[in-house]
């Protein structure tokens, strides 16, 4: 299930690079996440109690001593020995078997369900990181543009352009970008630690990330009706068969038991007179039952199986609500973060547009600072939220694929 579940990401959101990145972090998220690790014990547990019930009633053994030897017409007894074992009614430990079997592969299931909260988390982190980083490039390439500019306006005061106004204001705005820019350096190493410790590793171990991601020009057609084979639900599935399993064991235990058994007397020999047997020690077979005849207790454990069955029920259709809104909503930002990115994509086109007409006035010895520093930060608003945009689609993909991936 981690195998389909890794190629999917790679077929829906193809990237190559990144997704083999996420596949070895996942991999080594998995293996050293104390979560996981704590689960598959649970679920070693579950299967070990298999064993647990595949056993019979302890064996009574018994010995007394006569203190008075009660006297026979073949002679006295002097002790009596025996042994017994109790049996349950036919079927009953394959029943138990069953449903301790039920129970574990319910655990199995959680293992599921964590490894896949685990991807998800995973990716997503991995998404913001993506996010901080390309800001900061973005936030590089401006600060090298404003340094630019400042040169011309430089060029500009000398020849009596421009005055140092102008100048400053380029310098004022470099500094707000480096602000920015060490900002998200902080922010960086707080995702970098949220990372890390999904991986269970050092906070400070430095995270690959690609430089580059770009919304594919279709979405893949993914089906609701994936919804019900998500694990969250399977996992009601399996709690109900469990509660059957259970009520099978109960009705077994609600059956007669028996037991099997064998005494054993050791007689003493008469000395006063001779005869057939005289002396024959005394070896007596046993049958026993144990008929639940007051059987209140396993009536009552069988309505409460059918109430349970009911509110297991009730909390799968509760949770696929869950599901199928967050789906929805899932589906419906993807949607908006490609229409958002490709206005941002058209702005932006259009505001490099008016950057070139900025540069050609200076050529012919007419600019406007504050024009080049409004169509600036302009070009910023529009690169940040391309990214904004990007990251939201593959977070908001990466929750799809959680929901409807099988």
Known sequence: MKKKLLFLLIAVLAFSAKAQTLESYLQQAEQNNPVIQAMELRYNIAEEKVNEVNTLPNTTFGAGYFVSEPETRVGAQRARFSVSQMLPWFGTITARENYAGSMADAEYTEIVIAKRKLALSLAQSYYVLYGIQAKKTVLEENIALLKTYEKLALTSVEVG??????????????????????????????????????????????????????????????????????????????????????????????????????????????????????????????????????????????KQNQLRQKEIELQKEERLNVLENTYAKAISQRNEARIAFETQSKNLEQAKDAEEILIKNYETGTINFNDVLDIQELQLKFQTNQIQSTQLYYMQSAIINYLINK
Do not use: C, H, W
């Open 161 to 302: 352009k421009a005055s140092a106004v102008d100048v400053l204001k380029l310098q004022i705005r470099q500094n707000e970008l480096q602000q920015q820019r060490q900002i998200l350096d902080q922010q960086y190493l707080a995702e970098q630690a949220v990372f890390n410790n999904l991986l269970n590793r050092d906070e400070s171990i430095g995270v690959e990330v690609v430089s580059d991601m770009q919304i594919p020009s279709e979405d893949p057609i993914l089906g609701k009706e994936g919804l019900s084979m998500n694990p969250e639900l399977l996992k009601y599935d399996q709690l109900f068969q469990s509660v059957a399993q259970s009520e099978l064991v109960n009705q077994k235990e609600n059956a007669p038991s028996f037991g099997i058994g064998l005494d054993y007397i050791p007689v003493s020999e008469r000395t006063d007179m001779m005869m057939s047997d005289n002396g024959k020690d005394i070896l007596m077979p046993m049958v026993t039952f144990s008929i639940p005849i007051f059987n209140n207790k396993f009536k009552s454990v069988t």
